[in-house]
């Protein structure tokens, strides 16, 4: 994928003070209601959760905010009709702390409201999270990993206030769960490129398993997961250790220009088919190389799902490669 510098401006009807609150969030502000208190009162509460997608039926399409649509006919298409045979959707670009507090993390110039036809608020962006939400979509928000998540302080708050990483576990938490009301988050894991993962980064990995995924409280209504590729050695460290894996619910592989099966196999040798998917791309996959991704199923087991990166560059091309899984 891509690393993108944003803004996000929340629009004044929010009143969200949920993550403003975050600055200092410690041990004993974590058990504090008011810093987790859902203020967002002028959007809709999304509908009652369904149950989670089971593999192979886990079919993600990313919806990269400045894409640039390439179908027959090219359409700009906005949320809620870019991809309707998905089922889970993931937020490209932005940052949920951004959204939750814009008053620290934000500006009037926000990436994600100039380059979109569609959203030029943040309160029409969540408008449409609620009408995916309301179909039974869930709606995940994507979050870049970072050199810092190698150090003892993975987050530094806007008053520079360093953070553990259980502490930016809870703050993350705190704006995707308590006030943004999404289903989950999405790791990009590619920004150490040829640096490792140490054991600080698989604390942090394992801390988000705390709220989200499998093993955490809301194991039922939320996804955890992660793109990994070869190309990034970070992605080792989740994708090759059963340890760690344990915590998301699958990975997904965004290695699109490489071999389907040499990469689906790099991860399901060690975690398993059923934590492990392959993402593909308009810009490196065929349709026909995709649709036969998607269609694939390993000998004697069952893949994740897959995955469609920039799915609103073509909503033909990412309806066909979802309607292929089996």
């Known amino acids: ?12 009807i929010m009143g969200i003070t949920a993550c403003s609150k975050m600055s200092n969030f410690n041990d004993t502000q974590k058990n504090d209601p008011s810093t987790t208190a859902v203020t967002a009162t002028a959007l809709v509460h999304p509908a009652a959760a369904l149950a989670l997608p089971t593999p ?3 079919k993600i399409a990313y919806y990269a905010f400045d894409a640039t649509p390439t179908g027959s006919p090219v359409v700009n298409l906005p949320l809620t009709n870019f991809a309707n045979a998905a089922n889970e959707v993931v937020l490209f670009e932005g940052t949920a702390w951004e959204m939750a507090d814009s008053v620290h993390y934000g500006s009037s110039s926000a990436y994600i409201l100039t380059v979109n036809p569609h959203y030029h608020s943040y309160h029409s962006i969540i408008a449409d ?9 869930k709606v995940l928000m994507n979050v870049d990993d970072a050199t810092s998540w190698n150090t003892t302080t993975p987050f530094t708050t806007w008053n520079g206030t360093g953070l553990t990483y259980t502490q930016f576990a ?3 938490k705190a704006c995707v769960i308590d006030s943004l009301h999404f289903d989950g988050i999405a790791l990009d894991v590619e920004h150490l490129g040829s ?3 140490n054991t600080n980064y698989t604390n942090l990995i394992k801390a988000f398993g705390s709220y989200f995924g499998p093993l955490s409280a809301n194991s039922t209504t939320t996804v955890y997961t992660a793109a990994i590729y070869d190309g990034a050695q970070a992605g080792f460290a989740i994708g090759q250790s059963t340890s760690v894996a344990k915590y998301l619910n699958f990975v997904e592989d965004q ?3 490489e071999n389907n099966t040499t990469r689906f196999n790099r991860w399901a040798t060690h975690i398993g088919d059923s934590k492990t998917m392959i993402g593909v791309s308009k810009q490196y996959n065929s349709l026909s190389n995709a649709t036969t991704a998607a269609a694939f199923e390993p000998t004697g087991g069952t893949k994740a799902g897959i995955m469609v990166f920039a799915g609103n560059v ?3 091309y990412t309806n066909t490669i979802f309607r292929a899984v089996r």
């Open 195 to 197: 640096t490792p993962a």
């Open 314 to 316: 073509d909503s033909s």
């Open 1 to 12: 994928m891509k690393k993108q510098h944003y803004a996000l401006a929340l629009v004044a």
């Open 129 to 137: 999270v609620r009408t995916l939400q309301a179909r039974g979509v």
């Open 56 to 58: 192979p039926n886990n």
């Open 170 to 172: 809870a703050f993350v």
């Open 255 to 257: 290695g699109y220009f």
